[in-house]
């Protein structure tokens, strides 16, 4: 599956963004759906997910992110609000055959990444 994500930016906090990322497969509905994260000097951490099952989140970002899928359009959405300056990484996107999950292993494909960048 390739995936390439869009929507990052440079936004103030309190500031939203939708992220957008847009699979290639004729088999999207079958797969979960991630958003991960990683800012400078960090480690990769897990935002959401979404499958046919239901949503997980980060706890930090609970109330102000939401994730979506539009099948039709073999595309997931992570609408981000409230918007902090701890949000600011490089986002990913990434589809896994397994259940809904937040480790980073369970996902086989990953998109390029797109930046979002929160001033204070």
């Known amino acids: 599956v390739q995936l390439q994500a869009s929507g990052g930016g440079l936004v103030q906090a309190g500031g939203s963004l939708r992220l957008s990322c847009a699979a290639s497969t004729r088999t999207f509905s079958n797969y979960c759906m991630g958003w991960f994260r990683q800012a400078p000097g960090k480690e990769r951490e897990f935002v959401a997910a979404i499958n046919w099952s239901g949503v997980k989140y980060l706890d930090s970002v609970k109330g102000r992110f939401t994730i979506s899928r539009d099948n039709a359009k073999n595309t997931v959405y992570l609408q981000m609000n409230s918007l902090k300056p701890e949000d600011t990484a490089v986002y990913y996107c990434?589809?896994?055959?397994?259940?809904?999950?937040?480790?980073?292993?369970?996902?086989?494909?990953w998109g390029q990444g797109t930046l979002v960048t929160v001033s204070s």
């Open positions: 990434a589809a896994g055959a397994g259940g809904l999950s937040r480790y980073s292993y369970q996902y086989d494909s």
